[in-house]
């Protein structure tokens, strides 16, 4: 079990045409960042995407279909972006058998000195 998730840092109408019904005041920018979620932990990546979607036409524009002015805006939208910073939280279930792990480290290890002590 492992998956990536995202979530969303900003969204933003920009001015530019849409390359596929060039309307000019209907492309929304939405910028994500990635995490990964497994069972176990929960990590924020440094990694984060940019999707254009028209909201007139109702299409998703890929980067292949970006013209040079909507690279421009992305770009600028993305530099004024605060990502938050990479991060890794344990979920319970790790906590509980890393706590699993060091009673069964102490019982051996008490085990093992007993023996030594007869
Ligand atoms: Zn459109």
Redesign the pocket.
């Known amino acids: 079990m492992n998956s990536s998730k995202y979530f969303t840092l900003k969204e933003a109408r920009i001015g530019n045409n849409?390359p596929?019904?060039y309307?000019n005041d209907?492309l929304e920018l939405t910028l994500k960042q990635k995490l990964i979620e497994t069972r176990f932990y929960k990590a924020i990546t440094e990694e984060t995407i940019s999707e254009l979607r028209?909201l007139?036409?109702e299409?998703s524009i890929f980067p292949i279909r970006w013209t040079e002015d909507i690279e421009r805006v992305v770009d600028y939208h993305k530099r004024g972006l605060k990502i938050r910073p990479k991060s890794t939280k344990l979920k319970p279930i790790a906590w509980g058998l890393i706590v699993l792990g060091v009673v069964l480290l102490i019982t051996t290890v008490l085990f093992v000195a007993e023996i030594i002590s007869i």
């Open positions: 849409c596929e019904c309307s209907s028209c007139n036409c299409m």
